[in-house]
């Protein structure tokens, strides 16, 4: 099943699972835009809300893997994850929330006992710099503190920008000892070398990273970054900006907006790439860095969603909560079909 089917992403997943000759149902909650998604894509569909919880259950019963592309998922990963595990159905998700990470890794143990595999993030957002944070850490085992940050290029869905509304709202984030911590948006910029001689200013941003690079490698200081606008004035703009969204009715009013983007023409995602950065360091200063550059954003995110699916489908995949590289492999990024990769090459597989 692919709920959100109606969204920018979701179509781009349904379309690329039914040419990969996936077996698909489209799934949402307004009736009329699935039906008319569904048609498009001559696939059948279900209309279920999220909140209704018998009627859920009973559209997952016949389903083996849920690829949930509906966000905020601050707001729905939840509810389809409760639902998943009643019904034994694996599930995967794009969202790139760390509060959302966090909330699905807590769950491990329900999932294994349920026989189900959780794994968010199986985008853009985190797969690239999941992967990074891997062969890093094999090669500097004692790592304990992590730069992370995404070049993502080419334009943004609707869905994408408001989950960027929602955590602007919210605030920024860093992992200090463990413990997630506030900070001003932008509160470090820097500027990181990229693939192919590519450079990219970034500044420091809330992630998903922050969530999965701890999973990954065990690191204890976590501080994600984003290609910006205006990336060095962020943090003075911080306070007003926050102050602005608290308001009563901004965030539902942008989100309405937001709702008439239309995303990334096909044309900009062939022209476009995107990246990921890592440099991981220990406590007597040494660091490794590492970097790679992907299709666009939404492209790469389509194909490594069905390609997350194929595998789960296959068996052989671990129950319980994880990460893209601790579910399908470190080096899950390099086997996603028809996907460039540039920079980070394949980590060593383990002699048996």
Not at 151 to 167: D, E, K
Not at 197 to 204: C, I, L
């Amino acid at each position: 099943m692919i709920y959100g089917v109606t969204g920018y992403t979701g179509a781009l997943v349904a379309e690329h699972a039914l040419a990969s000759g996936l077996e698909v149902v489209c799934a949402g909650r307004d009736e009329a835009r699935t039906a008319a998604a569904a048609q498009r894509l001559a696939a059948p569909f279900t209309v279920v809300d999220l909140t209704d919880t018998a009627a859920l259950r009973r559209a997952l019963d016949d389903v083996d893997i849920v690829a949930h592309c509906a966000g905020p998922y601050e707001r729905t990963a939840a509810p389809m994850i409760d639902a998943c595990l009643h019904t034994g159905t694996h599930y995967l998700d794009l969202t790139g929330e760390a509060a959302v990470f966090d909330a699905v890794y807590a769950r491990h143990e329900e999932a294994v006992e349920a026989g189900v595999t959780l794994v968010p993030g199986v985008g853009f957002d985190v797969v690239p710099t999941d992967h990074l944070v891997a062969a890093a850490s094999a090669l500097l085992p004692s790592a304990t503190t992590a730069d992370i940050a995404v070049v993502s290029r080419g334009g943004f869905s609707r869905g994408t920008l408001a989950t960027v509304v929602l955590g602007l709202s919210a605030g920024n984030r860093v992992r200090r000892n463990g413990r997630i911590e506030p900070v001003p948006h932008g509160h470090r910029t820097m500027t990181v070398d990229l693939p192919r001689g590519k450079r990219a200013s970034v500044a420091s941003s809330p992630l998903g990273d922050l969530s999965s690079a701890v999973r990954t490698a065990g690191l204890r200081d976590v501080t994600t970054f984003a290609a910006v606008p205006a990336a060095r004035s962020l943090r003075r703009l911080d306070r007003p900006l926050r102050a602005l969204l608290a308001l009563p009715g901004v965030v539902p009013r942008l989100e309405c907006l937001l709702m008439r983007v239309p995303g990334p023409s096909s044309n900009a995602r062939s022209s476009s790439r995107s990246a990921g950065w890592v440099r991981l360091s220990d406590e007597d200063g040494r660091s490794i860095v590492r970097s790679i550059e992907v299709h666009n954003t939404y492209t790469f995110t389509a194909r490594s969603m069905v390609h997350a699916a194929v595998l789960l489908g296959a068996g052989g995949i671990p129950t319980g909560s994880h990460t893209p590289s601790s579910a399908f492999g470190a080096n899950f990024v390099h086997d996603i079909p028809d996907v460039q990769v540039t920079g980070a090459g394949r980590i060593p597989e383990p002699t048996r």
